[in-house]
């Protein structure tokens, strides 16, 4: 029944470790969007896909690398991480590049 | 660069009393608004959105905005606020294939 699922909902790890974050949307959407929410509540984009294919990269660092095997599936890996990764990311899904449908979010906590 | 003003930080009500949250944006050509809510530890859900027409947009739990072109905003209203309405509210606008978020309004309603 969900619109836009995320895995996992939490993740605490160390500095310097590689994680992954997925993200699913059975809404048949073919855009779909990594926010990454700081501490302050403060909502940035980071990545966007459509059909597959990158259309925005917003001066994230590279250690962070999305992945879309298919359009119903957008990934987030990062390497290397650090204390200021430390944020909740939001996958969200759109069928225009107008109103978007978000997922629960991934709390991510860097030791 | 289109950018999104949401100027109350942090509002304090009382249960039943009247609700508005400024939200200004810098373009000047047509504008496709949003407004987003989170309540907390949940993600964002759309409240209302506004693309064209009737400049008073109705939305989901009694809230209402009022697009005003000459002065660049889009003000959220709700006449009697509950304790359910304790959440971050994020007004934001469509800039070609991607939204742009205000920073965010806390909201805190005390019965």
């Known amino acids: 029944d969900t619109a836009v699922s995320q895995t996992p909902k939490y993740l605490v790890t160390q500095m310097g470790n590689d994680k992954s974050i997925k993200c699913e949307q059975n809404?048949?959407?073919?855009?779909m969007y990594w926010y990454k929410q700081d501490s302050k509540k403060f909502l940035k984009i980071m990545f966007s896909?459509?059909?597959?294919?990158?259309?925005i990269n917003e001066t994230v660092p590279n250690r962070f690398s999305p992945k879309s095997p298919d359009k119903a599936h957008l990934n987030l890996h990062i390497n290397s991480l650090e204390l200021g990764d430390s944020a909740v990311y939001f996958c969200?899904?759109?069928?225009?590049?107008?109103?978007?449908?978000f997922g629960p979010g991934t709390r991510l906590t860097v030791l | 660069a289109q950018s999104v003003s949401q100027h109350n930080h942090h509002v304090i009500l009382s249960e039943a009393a009247s609700l508005e949250l400024g939200c200004n944006y810098s373009?000047?050509?047509?504008?496709?608004l949003f407004w987003y809510v989170q309540y907390p530890g949940q993600h964002l859900q759309l409240l209302l959105k506004y693309f064209s027409g009737d400049p008073l947009v109705k939305g989901i739990k009694g809230f209402e905005a009022e697009f005003i072109k000459s002065k660049f905003s889009f003000n959220l209203r709700k006449p009697s606020v509950q304790w359910s309405d304790t959440a971050e509210y994020f007004c934001?606008?469509?800039?070609?294939?991607?939204?742009?978020f205000g920073t965010g309004t806390r909201l805190q309603v005390f019965p």
């Open positions: 896909y459509n059909n597959k294919e990158l259309i």
């Open positions: 373009y000047g050509g047509t504008v496709n």
């Open positions: 934001a606008v469509k800039n070609t294939d991607k939204l742009i």
């Open positions: 809404l048949g959407h073919d855009t």
């Open positions: 969200a899904s759109s069928p225009d590049f107008n109103e978007q449908f």
